[in-house]
């Protein structure tokens, strides 16, 4: 739980730094170049992770239900989780579920202004965005790698 409410906080820092401490919308392009591999530049995201199933207001209120099921559901999973690694990314999805709840609920839309295009990277997300990535990068690795191994270590009586 503290790490969801982290990845809520710094979530929510970066995008009023990013709408209201260095006005980024207000800028020409939307864009300041930091390097030739990362920029920030400022996107209304009305879809889901990197703007797809954009839509109108059904979507809007469809992905703001969803993602108010999936914060309780992973909050009641929470309390029942024995593996640091699956706390972890049930930690990271849920903070990142409820950052861009709330950006929906109070913009309609999602801030997103992380770019790596120079990287050949398409997309442009958020700090919640990377969180709820990196969470189910957490649960994959415990579910396909670590579940494995400690079935393996328990099988041979360790």
Not at 3 to 12: N, R
Not at 39 to 44: A, F, M, R, V
């Given at each position: 739980?503290?790490?969801?409410?982290?990845?809520?906080?710094?979530?929510?820092?970066?995008?009023?730094?990013?709408?209201?401490?260095?006005?980024?919308?207000?800028?020409?392009?939307?864009?300041?170049?930091?390097?030739?591999?990362?920029?920030?530049?400022?996107?209304?995201?009305?879809?889901?992770?990197?703007?797809?199933?954009?839509?109108?207001?059904?979507?809007?209120?469809?992905?703001?239900?969803?993602?108010?099921?999936?914060?309780?559901?992973?909050?009641?999973?929470?309390?029942r989780i024995e593996r640091p690694v699956t706390a972890y990314g049930a930690g990271?999805?849920?903070?990142?579920?409820?950052?861009?709840?709330?950006?929906?609920?109070?913009?309609?839309?999602?801030?997103?202004?992380?770019?790596?295009?120079?990287?050949?990277?398409?997309?442009?997300?958020?700090?919640?965005?990377?969180?709820?990535n990196i969470g189910v990068a957490c649960l994959l690795l415990d579910a396909l790698?670590?579940?494995?191994?400690?079935?393996?270590?328990?099988?041979?009586?360790?």
């Amino acid at each position: 739980m503290i790490l969801a409410g982290a990845t809520i906080v710094l979530d929510q820092i970066t995008k009023l730094w990013i709408l209201h401490g260095i006005h980024l919308p207000d800028r020409y392009g939307n864009k300041i170049e930091i390097s030739g591999i990362f920029d920030l530049t400022y996107t209304e995201n009305r879809g889901v992770s990197f703007g797809l199933f954009a839509g109108g207001m059904t979507s809007r209120v469809l992905l703001s239900l969803l993602s108010a099921v999936v914060s309780v559901f992973l909050i009641r999973w929470l309390t029942r989780i024995e593996r640091p690694v699956t706390a972890y990314g049930a930690g990271l999805i849920l903070g990142g579920a409820i950052g861009n709840l709330i950006d929906r609920v109070f913009y309609g839309f999602v801030v997103d202004f992380l770019d790596f295009s120079g990287l050949g990277f398409p997309y442009i997300f958020n700090v919640a965005d990377a969180a709820i990535n990196i969470g189910v990068a957490c649960l994959l690795l415990d579910a396909l790698v670590l579940e494995k191994r400690d079935a393996v270590k328990k099988e041979q009586g360790r």
